[in-house]
């Protein structure tokens, strides 16, 4: 016996509650940019991941608002070309959610949350010194997915880690010490301290 739905005939806000309960864990990016003033906004977004290492390309899902006018995170990275993505750990969990509240545009969420911005290397938006890792990204191309969402690929450009994240010698990174944290449902989150480990088969 098997419940099934038509996504066609769904409404916007079931095919949300459907993908997003479903497509679990999801890591989460607390992106930092500039405006065109150089004030520093912070917000987390749990539609990310990584597409691909040659270009070594990121991708952020970022919603419009509901008149459809950008998020501060898409009008910076449309203005400044440029933007900062820092892995969120269970040790800065509660700093990301403190940024995730709707604060008026000029707000800086890192102050808010209590978060080290540090001078970006290669890019003008900061990164945040209490992550395990943050990368640097230069905007490659924005997919406009109807009116309501852009899907933002950016190009790392340099990559930060603290230290006894990764071996430079090996480049291996110890998941351990990110110890990252991914969304779930809802408000639920999870962390990614039970592993398991499976070999890939050898025919």
Known sequence: MSISFDFTALSERERYKLMIGTIIPRPIALVTTVDEDGRINAAPFSFFNCLSADPPILALGVENHPDMSFKDTARNIRMTEVFTVNIVSFSIAEAMHVCGAKYPRGVDELKEAGLTAMPGEKVGSPWIAEAPAAFECRRHVTLELGKSRQVILGEIVFAHYRDGVVDPERFHVEPGAVDAIARL???????????FEMLTPKL
């Open 185 to 195: 449902g809802g408000d639920l989150c999870s962390t990614v301290r039970d592993r």
